[in-house]
């Protein structure tokens, strides 16, 4: 009798034989026995390079759908914005307001996801004739999402709607304050809700429990593009555009969506992958004042990809929120004026390396602290880590590196001298963090808190610490094992250090833009000898690989130095290994070099043959 289908599905196979890399992963081809099959057809009917087929292949691309994923458009992927629940009422208030020259309010978060959302609606409503008031709330003083006393405060210098982005979902309390004030609210918010939502003329938001669009991977940004795009068809019906005052051109305001979602880690798929491919092309035409500037600023050298926003670009917005002024993301974004633009970016590049020596020192301290709570087995689900003297705008990016670090979801917790602590925790893949804090919130366990399933953000007592890591523990454990089981490192494909060249990382570049949700190909390099090792800048280690007829690929490991990476390089000078990474261009004082991005190491005796 015959096996069922189910049954017969094949694993992928190993890649190169590798079992247990230096980092004990399993190295596995990213495409079982069915994506080999559909890599083929790929490639077959589109005429298209056998790797990039693959790479198309293993992100589930089939193969009639190949060439729309290579040009992902604005037009072909955005959707109808009324399939949004509660999107007719709040195009057609937002229209009122711009009709009758109404005094609006602004009310972002302080992330760039934030910054980015107040940027591009203040643009647009400038735009309509309109002069919104923008208001980004201190991360220490005011924390996130409205507040009464900044409600109040709006109220007081005339606004008459609020627009809330990237919050405003779980502001009960806030957001009836603004009714009993005479304010109307429109809530434009992508974070996970709750049942009870406020009160509001509309709550838009994909991630309500009666919202069907199926839009929830956007981010905030990317959900206000697609409100703008229902707005700007509610004033075309009531006839606000004519000869006088032409539609604004929403395709010229891409990069702000782009940067806002690459920072916001927001799954690169559909509608997100057009808005940064898009974004990308504004960015590189440099005509926007505050990102041209920033750009200058971070020292970006080349075209922009969508890691500069990532890591150069998103860091530095979000500076300001985390140790500077709030709303100096926002002041840049809208900034007109080169001189004041290069000025704030001048300010937040000098925020963003003060920050990362905040980070490094406070890293330094909470993996101490996780070393010592976990023990040298590094037992448990999750790592809960907390001090006095922290600083809060940095235990988000702490946070991060735990994770990284331990591969667990891992929590960082700032603590005031009053017991009072404010912690931000990220996830890995299959633990959903977001729902665990809201339930954690039910239990009484925190003040406050709330996220999405990568990322969370809480407020709890300090004798409240012990119980949330037990209940994280408990709720987290069997997601974050399951996960940590499966934890093989996937690779698209193979090559040697004669063919890493730039042609080829221009065809890998055709799949992109990479990120979360479409993530950067990982590339092997067999049995190559690690002709160079060394330390080099803040614990990274460059390296440089020889293969069999003599060709030379340069290759770094970020933060390696000290861990199993770096040790295995430094320790197998002269010898061959097998190398997994991203390839890219490196650019160095007007030289273009290919380099090779390490994320893993493997050596060939150890393989399975």
Not at 351 to 374: D, F, P, Y
Request: aromatic residues 4%; hydrophobic residues 45%; charged residues 25%.
């Amino acid at each position: 009798m015959a096996a069922p289908a189910a049954v017969l599905k094949s694993q992928p196979r190993l890649f190169l034989g590798v079992e247990s890399s230096v980092s004990e992963r399993a190295w596995r081809d990213r495409l079982d026995e069915r994506g080999q099959a559909r890599a083929l057809a790929i490639a077959q009917r589109q005429n298209l390079p056998e790797l990039l087929a693959r790479i198309l292949a293993g992100r589930g691309v089939e193969p009639e759908n190949a060439e729309a994923f290579l040009d992902p458009t604005i037009k072909g992927l955005m959707p109808d914005p009324d399939t949004l629940t509660a999107m007719p009422a709040a195009a057609a208030r937002i229209a009122d307001a711009v009709t009758s020259g109404e005094s609006v309010a602004i009310f972002g978060d302080y992330d760039v996801d934030g910054a980015t959302s107040s940027a591009l609606l203040a643009r647009y409503l400038r735009f309509c004739g309109l002069d919104p008031a923008v208001h980004i709330p201190d991360r220490i003083f005011e924390g996130y999402g409205p507040n009464v006393e900044a409600i109040r405060s709006l109220a007081e210098r005339g606004a008459k709607l609020l627009i809330t982005v990237d919050c405003g979902t779980t502001s009960i309390e806030p957001l009836e304050e603004a009714r009993k004030l005479g304010m109307d609210t429109v809530v434009i918010d992508h974070h996970q809700a709750d049942v009870a939502l406020p009160t509001a003329v509309a709550v838009v938001n994909p991630n309500r429990a009666d919202d069907l669009s199926g839009l929830g991977h956007l981010a905030a940004v990317g959900l206000v593009f697609v409100t703008l795009v229902a707005l700007n068809r509610e004033l075309r019906k009531r006839g606000f555009w004519n000869a006088a005052r032409s539609e604004p051109d929403l395709l010229s305001l891409l990069h702000m969506v782009a940067l806002g979602t690459v920072a916001d880690v927001v799954p690169l798929k559909g509608l997100n992958r057009a808005f940064v491919a898009k974004g990308l092309i504004a960015l590189r035409r440099r005509d926007h004042v505050g990102l041209t500037a920033l750009m200058d600023a971070a020292r970006l050298s080349g075209p922009p990809e969508a890691w500069h926003l990532g890591f150069m670009l998103g860091p530095r917005i979000n500076a300001g929120g985390r140790i500077g002024r709030a709303d100096l993301g926002v002041r840049l974004l809208l900034e007109e004026d080169v001189t004041e633009a290069g000025r704030i970016a001048a300010e937040l590049d000098r925020l963003n390396t003060e920050r990362r020596a905040i980070e490094q020192a406070t890293v330094a301290q909470a993996e101490a602290e996780a070393m010592a709570s976990m023990g040298l087995e590094e037992k448990g689900a999750v790592v809960v880590t907390a001090a006095e003297g922290w600083h809060p705008g940095v235990v988000g990016l702490v946070a991060a590196r735990l994770k990284e670090r331990y591969g667990r979801p891992a929590f960082a917790i700032a603590l005031e001298p009053g017991g009072i602590g404010t912690g931000s925790g990220r996830s890995i893949t299959g633990a959903d963090l977001g729902q665990a804090v809201r339930r954690a919130v039910a239990e009484g366990l925190l003040m406050k808190g709330g996220g999405h399933a990568m990322a969370a953000g809480v407020t709890l007592r300090k004798d409240k610490i012990a119980l949330f890591r037990a209940f994280l523990e408990e709720t987290l454990g069997a997601a974050v094992e399951a996960a940590r089981r499966e934890r093989a490192l996937l690779i698209d494909g193979a090559v040697t250090a004669n063919a890493a060249n730039v042609g080829l990382i221009s065809t890998i570049a055709r799949a992109g833009p990479f990120g979360s949700g479409n993530p950067e190909p990982v590339i092997a390099l067999p049995s190559h000898t690690v002709a160079y090792a060394d330390v080099v800048g803040e614990k990274h280690v460059r390296v440089r690989f020889k293969s069999g007829d003599g060709t030379m690929l340069n290759a770094i490991a970020f933060r390696a130095a000290g861990e199993d990476i770096g040790n295995a390089l430094i320790q197998n000078r002269g010898r061959a290994v097998h190398a997994a990474g991203s390839l890219a261009i490196d650019r160095w004082q007007g030289e273009e070099r290919v380099q090779l991005r390490l994320i893993d190491v493997a050596l060939p005796e150890t393989a399975k043959i």
